[in-house]
C-alpha cells in the first residue's frame, strides 16, 4: 500500500537525514519504526505526508508510493485528500478551540454534513468516551492524555486509509500510555486503517505492530516482524532493557555497541 524506495532527505540542500531508507507498509497492518531521539524518524513521516516540504526539506533520491502512485512531489493537501493523515508529535491541537471544535477540523475535507455527524458520535461512543464529557471544554486546559486522543480522533475525522503516528506515547504516564495503544490497536482491527508507528518506547510498539523497523542515524538498520524483533538479543538489550541473565556489560561497552556491527550481520 505505502513504500519508500531507497529515499535520501536533505533539508535546506544541505543537511542530510536520511540515507537510503526502504520500507513497505501492508493495507490494513501497523508497522513500527524505532530508535533513538535524531534518528531520522519522524522526517520518515513528513516525507510520506508531505509535511517535509514546509521545513525546506526535500526528498532528493528514491521516490514513495502510495497504491501504486508516486506522491513524494505532491503538496500536503494532495497527499491528506488520497488518504494520508498524520498524527505530529508533541500533540498540536488548537488550544483556544473546544474538544469538538478540534474534532471537526480533521473534517474539514469532507463535505458531507451527515457523515461528519456519524463519524463524530462514532469517536464519542467507541473510541474515545472521555472526550464526549469533555466535548465543550477548551482543548488547552486539557491533560496530556486527552490531549492525545484528541488529536488521534481529530485524525480519524478525515477518515483515513493510512495514519501516521509519531511519538504517541510521548511525556504520557505508563497507564495512559497503555489506554492510547489499546484504542490504536482497536481502531486498526475495527477500520482496517494501516499505521506506522514511530516510537521510543519499543516495548508497546511491538506489543501491537505486526513488522518493525530499527533506525540509526538516517539509515534502517534492522527489519523483520516484530516478534523477531522482540526476540533478537541487540532489541532486547538496547530497547527493551533486557539482556542475559548473568551478563555484565561495562559503561564503555554499552556506549558504544555500534562498533559490534551486529546489527548489519
Request: aromatic letters at 6%; hydrophobic letters at 40%.
Amino acid at each position: 500500500m505505502l513504500k519508500l524506495n531507497n529515499i535520501e532527505v536533505i533539508y535546506s540542500s544541505v543537511i542530510l537525514v536520511l540515507r537510503g531508507v526502504s520500507l513497505t507498509l501492508n493495507d490494513g497492518e501497523i508497522a513500527c519504526l524505532l530508535g533513538a531521539n535524531g534518528a531520522g524518524k519522524s522526517t520518515v513521516l513528513k516525507a510520506i505526508s508531505g509535511l517535509l516540504r514546509t521545513e525546506l526539506g526535500e526528498v532528493t533520491h528514491g521516490n514513495i508510493e502510495y497504491n501504486g502512485q508516486r506522491i513524494d512531489r505532491k503538496d500536503p493537501e494532495e497527499i491528506a485528500k488520497m488518504g494520508i493523515t498524520q498524527v505530529i508529535e508533541g500533540r498540536r491541537l488548537y488550544p483556544h478551540l473546544s474538544v469538538e471544535e478540534n474534532l471537526l477540523i480533521g473534517a474539514y475535507l469532507n463535505p458531507n454534513a451527515s457523515d461528519v455527524k456519524k463519524r463524530l458520535a462514532q469517536i464519542y461512543e467507541e473510541y474515545f468516551p472521555n472526550l464526549k464529557v469533555l466535548r465543550k471544554n477548551v482543548s488547552g486546559y486539557l491533560s496530556g492524555g486527552e490531549q492525545q486522543m484528541v488529536v488521534i480522533g481529530r485524525s480519524l475525522m478525515a477518515r483515513p486509509r493510512v495514519m501516521l503516528l509519531d511519538e504517541p506515547s510521548l511525556g504520557l504516564a505508563p497507564q495512559i500510555v497503555k489506554q492510547i495503544f489499546q484504542i490504536i490497536n482497536k481502531i486498526n482491527s475495527d477500520e482496517k486503517i494501516s499505521m506506522l508507528v514511530v516510537e521510543q518506547n519499543a516495548r508497546v510498539a511491538l506489543s501491537i505492530a505486526a513488522f518493525g523497523y530499527v533506525m540509526e542515524n538516517g539509515r534502517v538498520v534492522l527489519d523483520g516482524a516484530a516478534d523477531r524483533l522482540r526476540d533478537n538479543e541487540d532489541v532486547r538489550e538496547f530497547y527493551l532493557g533486557l539482556s542475559q541473565v548473568g551478563a555484565k556489560k561495562s559503561y564503555r561497552e554499552v556506549k558504544h555497541y555500534k562498533r559490534r556491527k551486529r546489527w548489519l550481520g
